[in-house]
């Protein structure tokens, strides 16, 4: 039976999302074709009917990851965002979690192809992060994208530092517990950051 190019489109789409969770899951090496297209439900050799390479798969997948992670950051303000992202059910949340913290350090070592994703990717976040934000209308645009950048690697930061602790270490939920504090005391400081030494409840 011919597949029609509707349904061709939809199961590329399948296909990319099922990618985007296995490699949240286990990075890009972690997961071969044969079994993705087996999680997706087709054939090893459907594969190529979609995608040239497996590189190209990674790249649609991690925009489809990134472009995923900001439209559910536009309802958020800074503060909300925070609170949710620097959380124990993020951390434990790999497969549904934000692309940037399960692969940045996968992508520091791929090609430009899926670098220059991750920055479309982050810039987009900031954007959907700046719209929900509180900032006011004197305070200088610079000084706003320096106090996202500050929010988004502290944030960032704090996950994948507790992803490498084991589930049931205390350092686990302590570096969550600091850093989430600290963030949101910078940022009832104001000073996008720099009080990230200062003492969370002071």
């Known amino acids: 039976m011919r597949v029609t190019k509707a349904q061709a489109e939809q199961n590329r789409a399948h296909i990319v999302a099922t990618a985007a969770r296995l490699f949240r899951e286990r990075g890009y090496d972690g997961v071969g ?13 459907g594969f190529y009917k979609h995608f ?38 993020h951390r434990d949340g790999r497969g549904e979690g934000c692309t940037i913290t399960a692969l940045s350090g996968d ?16 810039e987009s976040l900031m954007t959907a992060l700046q719209a929900g934000g509180d900032a006011s209308p004197d305070t200088d645009q610079r000084t706003t994208r320096a106090t996202l950048i500050n929010v988004l690697a502290h944030s960032v930061g704090a996950i994948m530092l507790s992803r490498a602790c084991s589930d049931d270490s205390p350092l686990t939920d302590e ?21 990230a030494t200062e003492d969370p409840m002071s």
């Open 107 to 122: 992508a520091a070592r791929q090609p430009d192809g899926i670098k220059t994703e991750f920055t479309v990717g982050i």
């Open 175 to 195: 570096i969550l517990d600091v850093c989430r504090g600290a963030i949101l005391a910078s940022l009832a400081h104001g000073d996008g950051g720099r009080s």
């Open 52 to 89: 040239h390479s497996k590189t190209d798969l990674m790249a649609e997948a991690s925009a489809n990851g990134l472009s995923r992670t900001a439209s559910l950051t536009e309802a958020l303000d800074v503060a909300e965002f925070v609170d949710s992202y620097v959380s124990r059910e």
């Open 33 to 45: 074709v044969a079994e993705l297209m087996a999680e997706a439900g087709f054939t090893h050799g």
